[in-house]
């Protein structure tokens, strides 16, 4: 058995009195490409965050690539993690935002060199050479010296995509991608993860409310509810046969909205 | 332009000022006058430049520095704030010698008013840091970026731009404050204006002029301001 | 011995006395800028133009000029017309003059930030304007205004010691007057600035108080206490 690209192992996240995530426990295997769906606050957003480290986690641990994230090894012990062995571990892990979250003062091409510069320390011509194949395989090649608000929320996101593929991570982490984007937009973006799915080896997590995308698209969905995996399956087995009956209610909810 | 506007304002005040002067037989006061708005256009500058490095020292000090660090700047400013800028001004000119210390009366005078003007500057720093929205720190951290990488390349760029339009104001209020440097014997504008008061005895003419003067001087700072904003709005792409 | 105690306990009678005097310059100027000010903010929003250009000019003046050449300004000016004001008069008077023209931009900026839809439902509810302006537009306006009067206040009574350059007997000027008799300057300088210094602290504390009581019981009457 090959180790886990992640793995939760028991993590449990409180906000004060409210736990939003109880002892989960969830491995993702090197390549895998997971969904998850759930209703709002089950705690879908918190399980990135936590992996991007943006969220403390009260409890448990996260391993990435069989290493502890939020722990390090010391004489034999699991400690908190330091600020350097942080850094060194999530450099594994990319993240695209709800909002796209790019940087308002640099330019496309410049949001996508700023963290290969200085923090990989690539030179100048090798970033802005790897920059510019991220931005053409996103489709805006020619939109490279725009500033954000030059482009349209479709265009920003995926420069966002872009951006975060210059730092090489081996996961990816996909918030509500297409949430904030108006529907004719949706799909340029789908379009792109996409054919990062095919092209490149990549562990991909994705909460998403695109149920037709999370079918075609996943190897496995997993449905949060109230701080916990409620039914985990392939797209078939959750879409077409839910053996739990809050899945059901859930995915007719939806299919009735949407 | 409104900029434009501005500064033929500034220009035409200055020289209005400079023709009722020689008009009511105050040729023989220019040169004087001339020198007292050159101490206190170096004094401004001077007060300004430390203002800003203060500010800007102290409000990261207090946002992220270490304990020791960040009870430091928040006794600063707390200090600087809450007790007057005469006060810090005599203080640092007769009780420093107290201690060994002598300095220049210019130097005080710049050191005086930096710090004061600083700490209500960290102020600015941190409103202006702390309004930049939270997402921009988090694709910070996704790209893995150390905090002062953060800080240096992400956040401040885009607080500079908030900031400007405070500091503007706050360097007016340094240059307003220059005026109490007369009191620890620098020959500044309002210095001269009072050594000529009691020469002549001219009272109102002579304070007006030397008003009209601050006013050019406030107006010259608002227009550099302003360019600067619009450069610096440029920079951002924003508005186009 | 930089510090010296019995020194302090000598001195402190004298320096009490004067906190009183910058007590009343604070609190007689702050009154005059209060005033003046509204007056100020009114003028400056008529809608003839005549009256509210020249009255934004007058303001922005003596904004950007030194409150202590507009003291001394005040101080000498007076006595050319043959009334001769005691220095304290003079220096409240520039104090508030200098702080009315602040005032007035809290007091605008307060009416200005009720929304127009304020105005334009108490119309379409067929309120009469005073009604409007006294149960709609004040109990609104109030809450941001009262704390920027009360950072101004605090402005204020931190630039009386201006006072002591036309030799009126506040703080300041007492503190340098035991210091030239005593050739110690430590202590009196030192214990004037606490003594801002706590006073300020003091002020500003208060300020957040009224500032969470007015938005409470202005803002959200019935609101949770
Ligand atoms: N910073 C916070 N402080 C307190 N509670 C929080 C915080 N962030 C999230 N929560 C709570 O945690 C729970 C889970 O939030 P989360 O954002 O993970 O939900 P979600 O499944 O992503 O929902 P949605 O579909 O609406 O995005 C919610 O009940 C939310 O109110
Ligand atoms: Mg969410």
Known sequence: MTTPMVKFDNVTKRYGALTVLDSLNLEIAPNEKVAIIGPSGSGKTTVLRMLMTLERINDGVIYVDGEPLTHMHKNGELVPADEKHLRRVRGNIGMVFQHFNLFPHMTALKNCMEAPVHVLGLSKKEAEERAAELLDMVGLADKKNHYPNQLSGGQQQRVAIARALAMRPKVMLFDEVTSALDPELVGEVLNVIRKLGKEHNLTMLMVTHQMGFAKEFADRVCFFYGGKIAEQGTPEEIFNNPKEERTRQFLSAVLEAG | MQLRSLTICA?????????????????????????????????????????????????????????????????????????????????????????????EPLTVAIAALGLNVGAYGAEVVRGAVAAVPRGQWEASVALNMPRNLALRRIILPQAFIAMIPPWGNLFIELLKATALVSLITISDLTFKAQQMNQTTFRTVEIFTIVLIMYLAISILITVGMRALETVAARGMARGR | M????????????????????????????????????????????????????????????????????????????????????????????????????????????????????????????????????????????????????????????????????????????????????????????????????????????????????????????????
């Open chain 3, 2 to 225: 930089f510090w010296d105690w019995n020194y302090v306990w000598e001195i402190m009678p004298q320096l009490l006395r004067a906190s009183v005097v910058t007590i009343e310059a604070t609190l007689l100027g702050f009154l005059l800028a209060a005033v003046l000010g509204l007056v100020l903010a009114i003028l400056r929003m008529s809608k003839t133009s005549w009256i509210s250009v020249p009255t934004a000019a007058v303001v922005e003046f003596i904004r950007s000029t030194p409150v202590l050449i507009q003291i001394f300004f005040i101080y000498f000016v007076f006595p050319e017309f043959g009334i001769v004001l005691p220095a304290m008069v003079a220096g409240v008077i520039a104090l508030g003059l200098h702080y009315g023209a602040y005032c007035s931009e809290v007091y605008r900026a307060g009416l200005e930030n009720v929304p127009r839809g304020q105005w334009e439902a108490s119309t379409a509810l067929n309120l009469s304007p005073y009604i409007t302006f006294r149960d709609i537009i004040i109990p609104q306006a109030i809450p941001p205004i009262v704390p920027a009067l009360g950072n101004y206040l605090v402005a204020l009574f931190k630039e009386t010691p201006l006072l002591s350059a036309i030799a009126v007997l506040e703080l300041m000027q007492t503190a340098k007057i035991l210091g030239s008799q005593s050739f110690r300057y430590i202590e009196p300088i030192t214990l004037v600035g606490a003594f801002f210094l706590v006073m300020s602290l003091v002020a500003a504390a208060l300020i957040r108080q009224v500032e969470t009581w007015l938005n409470r019981s202005l803002r959200n009457p019935g609101g949770d206490r």
């Open chain 2, 11 to 103: 220009i035409v005040f200055f020289t209005a000022g400079l023709a009722v002067a020689s008009f009511a037989g105050f040729r023989e006061f220019i040169p004087g006058l001339l020198q007292g708005a050159l101490i206190t256009i170096q004094i401004t500058i001077g007060g300004c430049i430390l203002a800003v490095i203060m500010a800007l020292v102290a409000a990261i000090a207090k946002m992220y520095g270490p304990w020791p660090l960040r009870w430091l700047a928040i006794a600063y400013i707390e200090v600087f704030r809450g007790t007057s800028a005469l006060v810090q001004l005599f203080w640092l000119f007769f009780v420093l010698p107290h201690f060994g210390i002598l300095l």
